[in-house]
């Protein structure tokens, strides 16, 4: 199975840039994944890393590093409409997702 | 395009009582389905997951139970409702290959309050 960490909440300023960090434990590792979560709502897809590396769309990127067992997603020019949760989830060989807890971010004016 | 339906949006029970969530995707074949919960602060547990009709996997011991009667609908469902059960429930599908890539999509959930 998998073991996967990330912070419970943070906290930052409107225009600024905030990392969430993701650690990981897998038996078999086949893609790390970020979700976006508001509240109540399901979540929607944002990154997916497979091979070393960043991965960069828009405002979001996304960082893997397998020997490492980590990942993080770098968040910039943050909006108001970014404070939500932040769903980090590991696919595994047999191609099942288990998700982080979340990392609640909320931005401040 | 692709799109998934999941009903109803929320759901208030008392102990005891039996359950059905329904969820079905359109657009697509054969597709991968899930059922998550997701408790209240907590993330997201992986209930159970089907790769084909009939064909369902459960991944933990509770007293819910899945089944997908036709290829591109999944049913949830309990006999008799816990107060545990209460939680927020996701139906999501994904897909082999190109142009997904095997990413999970949501459906919009079912809040279901068991009181």
């Known amino acids: 199975g998998q073991n996967i960490d990330q912070p419970t909440e943070m906290t930052a300023t409107e225009g600024a840039i905030v990392q969430i960090n993701c650690t990981y434990q897998?038996?078999?590792?086949?893609?790390l994944f970020w979700y976006q979560q508001h509240a109540g709502e399901a979540p929607t897809f944002l990154s997916y890393?497979?091979?070393?590396g960043l991965e960069e769309k828009g405002r979001f990127s996304s960082f893997l590093s397998r020997s490492k067992g980590y990942s993080y997603l770098l968040l910039k020019e943050l909006q108001m409409k970014d404070s939500a949760s932040y769903l980090c989830a590991v696919r595994d060989i047999y191609y099942k997702l288990s998700f982080g807890a979340g990392t609640t971010v909320t931005v401040r004016a | 395009s692709q799109t998934i339906h999941q009903w109803p949006a929320t759901l208030v029970q008392p102990v005891g009582s039996p359950l059905s969530l329904e969820c079905t995707v359109e657009g697509t074949s054969n597709p991968n389905l899930y059922w998550y919960r997701q408790a209240a602060g907590r993330g997201l547990q992986l209930l159970f997951y089907?790769?084909?009709?009939?064909?369902i996997s459960s991944e933990v011991p509770q007293n819910l139970s899945a089944s997908r009667p036709q290829d591109r609908q999944f049913i949830l469902s309990s006999k008799k409702l816990l107060l545990s059960d209460s939680g927020f429930y996701l139906c999501?599908?994904?897909?082999?290959?190109?142009?997904?890539?095997?990413?999970?999509?949501f459906g919009s959930g079912t809040q279901l309050s068991v009181l």
């Open positions: 890393n497979v091979l070393d």
């Open positions: 089907s790769v084909g009709i009939g064909q």
């Open positions: 999501a599908w994904s897909q082999w290959g190109p142009p997904t890539n095997e990413k999970l999509f």
């Open positions: 897998t038996s078999g590792f086949n893609g």
